[in-house]
Each structure stands twice: as structure tokens, then as C-alpha cells.
């Protein structure tokens, strides 16, 4: 891909290339293939330290694929994955693309609501969901067009003992897997006994066929399926793997992965790009749990870690963080929310690890840009273009704007989505002459490093995840004591930000107890709002539009 005028590429670290050959491979199914079968004796994954070999998840995604087919699942049909990390992530992931599948990841803590607007905009036809969220499937199941359910639980593929202690504890101590009641359900490990009856029939497909769709807010807060193609992903893929390659070893890494890979983040950094090195890959279920995320400092020599500032800045503020051994740690990466400087470097002074910021969105597969992760990135900047990517800021009429001027971000690139499932006109406004605009405000230096001034949508960045004043405002207005509400995000330590939700009553008995309860039955956790001002009224525009910057200034 011939790529124009890149100020930035005399100072690109040495090793990585400017551009990289995008068709070397026509689908993600052929480097899945490919891998599983060059890394056969490493280990692929470990969760709860039960490991599997890449030969392992060769066999059981091979069977898992087969059995999808053997349901009368065809090429092109959609297929939910909702659950935490686990074992059967991969193999449920493999597995469906190699069927020829289109898989759509899904948060496994969405509300009954939410879950409904995905299935059903997606067309959902099978899902494969861990059972502590069965009881919400059961809530919409019949609204949607799912015939196939695969259930599985935490433990499922820990061992008889381990496995079973776990699962006891979340089942019985923790409570964590309410009632439910679902018929013609198939257990993880029974699909995949039956699919070794079948053969599968590999579907690689074309380089522009979708096989992911991502949801994502966009530029609103109606959720829209970013299509990801075998060429974005395939992409994305070789680009991450290409600016990690001069500072890590094939074969010798072993990725510590706390972010779930349903988010798109971890989905390509560390379940596919990290394949490409041969690496293994450590996954922490609950990341909540810092615990549990250090136990894999201990059991393991971790030599990567990928994360968002709030894990980063948490893990330093528990005692016994410092303690751990970090030798063998080269690369930090951080994403999905901007690396705040004092936690850089707080983490380089702990660890002694540069961390990196990179950036990205849904739309994008997601990485677009990143600092080295060898120490020759700048903090306060989300650092460079990846190889056959191209960026560069834009005033308010799309026109490019020179070094050090502030505008808004565009990316074009490879890994930039097909376009917003069954949505032309909200392609349309975000998708111009192979341009992303992503709706943030930066700039660029004269040597090429990027920087995040601000956000041109009024979206709310909670812990890395993106949330959309609109669709809290349209959960609150159902509130039939809300005459007007107003949703903001307000700085938060912790979280980076947290929602905050200005309300005038059509009742005066509201009260903020019963809009926190109404709020946490139709949202996700990391959506309620944490803050509640009852107004007499909400400033307006002279057309009626409700002024949000007001509201954030105040």
C-alpha cells in the first residue's frame, strides 16, 4: 500500500517498517491454520493455571467448528460470544471463524435491554454464553432469532478438581449464576464431543468478508455493528505484530491478558496478534480482582502486559504490588483511555517498564497509532501511525491542518471497518474518501508523535469503555416521573470518568434512590450513573437542543 506524505517516518524506531504487505494472507482463518499448527507444542493460553497447547485449541476449535455446522449453522450466520476470559474464548472464537461464522462479541454483564438490541440487529442465530449470565438470555431469547445456546461455566475446562472447586465457589459462595430456565441447551464440552463425530468444512472466505461485528456507539449512542473484515483484522493483526517484533522473541513471550477479550482491544492485541509471536497467553478472568492479576506475576515470568490506566493505577495502589518481580517484564501497553503521566510514571519507577500508550477505536480494528514499548515513546502522547496507516488532523470542513495545530483526528489505513451494519448514513458521516474521522481533537508534532487535546462527541469514557449520554438519557426519560434528563461524564480517579445525570422531576416524589435502582436494571454496571442533580430546568439552546458543555462546565 503506497502510503503519502509521513513526516513522522524518520523517527520510527528501528525494525519497524513503514508498510507491510496486507495481502499476504487472504483470510484470518489461513494465519489461525497456520499458527496452531507452527506452535503446536507451545502453550497457547492458560487461565487459572490449566494450560493448552496451541495443538489443543487446534483440535477442540476444529471440533467446536464442526458441531456449529452440524446445527445447520451456514457461512455468514452470526454467532454470540458472551463470557469473561476463559478457555473456551479461543476455542469457541477459532472454531466459528474456521466455520465460516460471523462472530459477534458481547459483554457479558449487558442488561436484558441490551442484550436484545444486539441480538437483534446482528441477527443473531447461536450463542455461547457462560452461565452466570443464562438468566438474562432467558429475559429476551424469544424476541430474537437465537435456536442455538452452548452454555458453559467458569470451570468448565479447569479439571475435575480445580474445576470444580471454582465452579462451587461461584455457584454456591459467591452466588454468581442466578436461576434460570433454558431449553435444548448443549453443555461446551458436550459440543465439542459431538463435533468430533462430524468434519468440519473449513470456510476461509474472501479478504473483504465480514467476520466480526463489533459493536460500538460510534458518533451516537445508538449501538452499531462495526463490520470487521478478514482484510482489517488480518491487518491489525500484522501491524501490532510488526511494531512488537524488534523488541520481543518468537516463541519466548508470555502475554498477560486481564482485559476481556470481547472488547476489541484485547480481542486483536492479545488473542491474535500475540499468536503471531507464539506467545502465551495468561488470562485473568476478573480483572476487578488484583489479586488474582498479580497471583500471574508469581506463577508465570510475564514478559507483556496490556491494560487500561485504571488497572494500571490500581495495581499501584495495592500494598503488595511492589513486591512482585518484574525482570522479566519488556513491554506495558496501554489503551482503551488515556494513559494519565503521573501513573506512566509511577509504573516505569515500579516496574521498570516504559509504559506505552497506543490508540485506537471499534471502527479501526482498532490500533492505529502507538508509542515504541522499549522506552522511546513520549508520555503524554498516544505516540505514532502503525505501519500502512496514515493520520492526521483536519479542521471543522475536513481541510489538513499543519503540525501543531489543533483539529480533528482521521485515520486511513487497512484495519478502518467496511462500514456500520445495515447503516449507510451513519457510514456515511464517519467513512469519506477512505478517511475515518474519529470525533477526538488533537494534534500533531513536527516529528510525527500524536496528541489527545479533547473530544469532539460528548461520549463518556468509563474504565476504557465508551459510554453515550444518549442512551442514558433515553434509559432515564423512561422513567415516568423524568420530564428531562441530562447525562455528562464527571472526572473520577478511579475510572477516569463516571456518569453524572442531571434530572428535572415530572413527579416530586422522585427520589435519587429510585433513578439509581431504574438505572441499574436497564444498564450496565459501568453505565449507571454515579451522580444524580435534580434541576428546575436544563439550559437549552434557542432551538431547544440541551447545552451538555454547560452542564460539564458547571
Given at each position: 500500500?503506497?502510503?503519502?506524505?509521513?513526516?513522522?517516518?524518520?523517527?520510527?524506531?528501528?525494525?519497524?517498517?513503514?508498510?507491510?504487505?496486507?495481502?499476504?494472507?487472504?483470510?484470518?482463518?489461513?494465519?489461525?491454520?497456520?499458527?496452531?499448527?507452527?506452535?503446536?507444542?507451545?502453550v497457547a493460553f492458560s487461565n487459572f493455571g490449566k494450560e493448552l497447547k496451541y495443538k489443543d485449541i487446534d483440535k477442540m476449535s476444529e471440533a467446536f467448528g464442526a458441531y456449529l455446522q452440524s446445527r445447520g449453522l451456514e457461512p455468514g450466520d452470526r454467532v454470540a460470544l458472551m463470557m469473561p476470559n476463559l478457555l473456551q474464548y479461543p476455542i469457541a472464537l477459532f472454531g466459528a471463524l474456521r466455520a465460516g461464522l460471523i462472530v459477534v462479541n458481547t459483554n457479558p454483564l449487558y442488561t436484558p435491554r441490551e442484550m436484545k438490541h444486539q441480538f437483534t440487529d446482528s441477527g443473531v442465530k447461536a450463542i455461547v454464553i457462560a452461565e452466570n449470565f443464562a438468566a438474562n438470555l432467558e429475559k429476551i431469547i424469544g424476541d430474537t432469532q437465537i435456536k442455538t445456546v452452548i452454555l458453559t461455566s467458569v470451570g468448565e475446562l479447569l479439571g475435575t478438581v480445580k474445576g470444580g472447586m471454582i465452579n462451587l465457589v461461584v455457584r454456591k459462595v459467591k452466588r454468581g449464576v442466578p436461576k434460570y430456565s433454558l431449553s435444548n441447551t448443549v453443555g461446551f464440552k458436550e459440543a465439542m464431543s459431538q463435533g468430533k463425530k462430524f468434519t468440519l468444512q473449513r470456510?476461509?472466505?474472501?479478504?473483504?468478508?465480514?467476520?466480526?461485528?463489533?459493536?460500538?456507539?460510534?458518533?451516537?449512542?445508538?449501538?452499531?455493528?462495526?463490520?470487521?473484515?478478514?482484510?482489517?483484522?488480518?491487518?491489525?493483526?500484522?501491524?501490532?505484530?510488526?511494531?512488537?517484533?524488534?523488541?520481543?522473541?518468537?516463541?519466548?513471550?508470555?502475554?498477560?491478558?486481564?482485559?476481556?477479550?470481547?472488547?476489541?482491544?484485547?480481542?486483536?492485541?492479545?488473542?491474535?496478534?500475540?499468536?503471531?509471536?507464539?506467545?502465551?497467553?495468561?488470562?485473568?478472568?476478573?480483572?476487578?480482582?488484583?489479586?488474582?492479576?498479580?497471583?500471574?506475576?508469581?506463577?508465570?515470568?510475564?514478559?507483556?502486559?496490556?491494560?487500561?490506566?485504571?488497572?494500571?493505577?490500581?495495581?499501584?495502589?495495592?500494598?503488595?504490588?511492589?513486591?512482585?518481580?518484574?525482570?522479566?517484564?519488556?513491554?506495558?501497553?496501554?489503551?482503551?483511555?488515556?494513559?494519565?503521566?503521573?501513573?506512566?510514571?509511577?509504573?516505569?519507577?515500579?516496574?521498570?517498564?516504559?509504559?506505552?500508550?497506543?490508540?485506537?477505536?471499534?471502527?479501526?480494528?482498532?490500533?492505529?497509532?502507538?508509542?515504541?514499548?522499549?522506552?522511546?515513546?513520549?508520555?503524554?502522547?498516544?505516540?505514532?501511525?502503525?505501519?500502512?496507516?496514515?493520520?492526521?488532523?483536519?479542521?471543522?470542513?475536513?481541510?489538513?491542518?499543519?503540525?501543531?495545530?489543533?483539529?480533528?483526528?482521521?485515520?486511513?489505513?487497512?484495519?478502518?471497518?467496511?462500514?456500520?451494519?445495515?447503516?449507510?448514513?451513519?457510514?456515511?458521516?464517519?467513512?469519506?474518501?477512505?478517511?475515518?474521522?474519529?470525533?477526538?481533537?488533537?494534534?500533531?508534532?513536527?516529528?510525527?508523535?500524536?496528541?489527545?487535546?479533547?473530544?469532539?462527541?460528548?461520549?463518556?469514557?468509563?474504565?476504557?469503555?465508551?459510554?453515550?449520554?444518549?442512551?442514558?438519557?433515553?434509559?432515564?426519560?423512561?422513567?415516568?416521573?423524568?420530564?428531562?434528563?441530562?447525562?455528562?461524564?464527571?472526572?473520577?480517579?478511579?475510572?477516569?470518568?463516571?456518569?453524572?445525570?442531571?434530572?428535572?422531576?415530572?413527579?416530586?416524589?422522585?427520589?435519587?434512590?429510585?433513578?439509581?435502582?431504574?438505572?441499574?436494571?436497564?444498564?450496565?454496571?459501568?453505565?449507571?450513573?454515579?451522580?444524580?442533580?435534580?434541576?428546575?430546568?436544563?439550559?437549552?439552546?434557542?432551538?431547544?437542543?440541551?447545552?451538555?458543555?454547560?452542564?460539564?462546565?458547571?
Amino acid at each position: 500500500m503506497a502510503v503519502a506524505h509521513k513526516p513522522w517516518l524518520a523517527n520510527y524506531p528501528s525494525g519497524i517498517p513503514a508498510n507491510i504487505d496486507v495481502d499476504t494472507y487472504s483470510s484470518l482463518v489461513e494465519i489461525i491454520d497456520g499458527n496452531l499448527k507452527k506452535y503446536a507444542n507451545l502453550v497457547a493460553f492458560s487461565n487459572f493455571g490449566k494450560e493448552l497447547k496451541y495443538k489443543d485449541i487446534d483440535k477442540m476449535s476444529e471440533a467446536f467448528g464442526a458441531y456449529l455446522q452440524s446445527r445447520g449453522l451456514e457461512p455468514g450466520d452470526r454467532v454470540a460470544l458472551m463470557m469473561p476470559n476463559l478457555l473456551q474464548y479461543p476455542i469457541a472464537l477459532f472454531g466459528a471463524l474456521r466455520a465460516g461464522l460471523i462472530v459477534v462479541n458481547t459483554n457479558p454483564l449487558y442488561t436484558p435491554r441490551e442484550m436484545k438490541h444486539q441480538f437483534t440487529d446482528s441477527g443473531v442465530k447461536a450463542i455461547v454464553i457462560a452461565e452466570n449470565f443464562a438468566a438474562n438470555l432467558e429475559k429476551i431469547i424469544g424476541d430474537t432469532q437465537i435456536k442455538t445456546v452452548i452454555l458453559t461455566s467458569v470451570g468448565e475446562l479447569l479439571g475435575t478438581v480445580k474445576g470444580g472447586m471454582i465452579n462451587l465457589v461461584v455457584r454456591k459462595v459467591k452466588r454468581g449464576v442466578p436461576k434460570y430456565s433454558l431449553s435444548n441447551t448443549v453443555g461446551f464440552k458436550e459440543a465439542m464431543s459431538q463435533g468430533k463425530k462430524f468434519t468440519l468444512q473449513r470456510k476461509q472466505g474472501s479478504p473483504n468478508d465480514t467476520i466480526l461485528l463489533q459493536y460500538t456507539g460510534g458518533t451516537t449512542g445508538v449501538a452499531k455493528g462495526a463490520m470487521l473484515t478478514n482484510r482489517n483484522l488480518v491487518a491489525n493483526m500484522l501491524q501490532i505484530y510488526h511494531i512488537m517484533l524488534p523488541f520481543l522473541e518468537k516463541e519466548k513471550e508470555t502475554a498477560l491478558s486481564p482485559l476481556p477479550m470481547y472488547h476489541i482491544f484485547s480481542f486483536t492485541v492479545n488473542c491474535l496478534a500475540m499468536m503471531m509471536m507464539g506467545a502465551k497467553n495468561v488470562l485473568v478472568t476478573n480483572p476487578r480482582d488484583l489479586k488474582s492479576v498479580m497471583k500471574e506475576f508469581q506463577r508465570y515470568d510475564i514478559s507483556l502486559m496490556t491494560g487500561v490506566n485504571t488497572l494500571f493505577n490500581a495495581l499501584l495502589n495495592h500494598p503488595d504490588f511492589e513486591k512482585l518481580d518484574f525482570s522479566h517484564l519488556k513491554g506495558s501497553v496501554g489503551g482503551g483511555m488515556a494513559v494519565q503521566k503521573p501513573v506512566a510514571e509511577k509504573w516505569e519507577r515500579v516496574t521498570g517498564c516504559f509504559l506505552a500508550e497506543g490508540y485506537g477505536m471499534t471502527e479501526s480494528s482498532p490500533v492505529a497509532s502507538c508509542n515504541p514499548i522499549n522506552g522511546q515513546g513520549r508520555l503524554g502522547t498516544i505516540g505514532m501511525p502503525v505501519p500502512s496507516t496514515e493520520m492526521r488532523i483536519v479542521d471543522d470542513n475536513g481541510h489538513p491542518l499543519s503540525h501543531g495545530e489543533v483539529g480533528e483526528i482521521q485515520i486511513k489505513g487497512p484495519q478502518v471497518m467496511k462500514g456500520y451494519y445495515n447503516r449507510p448514513e451513519a457510514t456515511a458521516k464517519v467513512l469519506k474518501d477512505g478517511w475515518l474521522s474519529t470525533g477526538d481533537i488533537g494534534m500533531m508534532s513536527e516529528d510525527g508523535f500524536f496528541q489527545i487535546v479533547d473530544r469532539k462527541k460528548d461520549m463518556i469514557l468509563v474504565s476504557g469503555f465508551n459510554v453515550y449520554p444518549n442512551e442514558i438519557e433515553e434509559v432515564v426519560a423512561g422513567h415516568p416521573k423524568v420530564l428531562e434528563v441530562a447525562a455528562v461524564g464527571k472526572p473520577d480517579e478511579k475510572s477516569g470518568e463516571v456518569v453524572k445525570i442531571f434530572v428535572v422531576k415530572k413527579d416530586k416524589s422522585l427520589s435519587e434512590d429510585e433513578i439509581m435502582a431504574f438505572c441499574r436494571e436497564n444498564l450496565t454496571g459501568y453505565k449507571v450513573p454515579k451522580a444524580v442533580e435534580f434541576r428546575d430546568d436544563l439550559p437549552k439552546t434557542n432551538v431547544g437542543k440541551i447545552l451538555r458543555r454547560e452542564l460539564r462546565e458547571m
